[in-house]
C-alpha cells in the first residue's frame, strides 16, 4: 500500500491510496481525545479506479474540512 496524496484537516486526515495494481482507496481518519487516529473511512471509497479515487478523494477532502469535532459537549 502507498499513500499518493494525504491531507490533516483539523483533527481529521484523508488520504488517497494506492492498494494494489490499477486499485485505490480513499481512507478518512479522526484524531481522538487521547491523539489516536482512528479509521472512519466508507466502505463505497475502497477498491476504485484512479479516476474515480481521485474524485472521491477531492469530495471527502471537502467534505472534512465542513465538519467539527466536539469532544466535550
Do not use: K
Not at 481522538?32 to 463505497?44: A, K, R, V, Y
Amino acid at each position: 500500500m502507498r499513500e499518493l496524496r494525504s491531507e490533516e484537516i483539523g483533527d481529521r486526515r484523508v488520504a488517497l491510496l494506492e492498494t494494489g495494481a490499477e486499485h485505490y482507496s480513499v481512507t478518512i481518519a479522526v484524531r481522538g481525545p487521547e491523539g489516536i487516529w482512528e479509521d472512519i473511512s466508507l466502505q463505497s471509497d475502497q477498491n476504485l479506479g484512479l479516476h474515480t479515487a481521485s474524485l472521491c478523494y477531492r469530495l471527502r477532502r471537502t467534505e472534512q474540512q465542513a465538519h467539527t469535532i466536539r469532544w466535550h459537549d
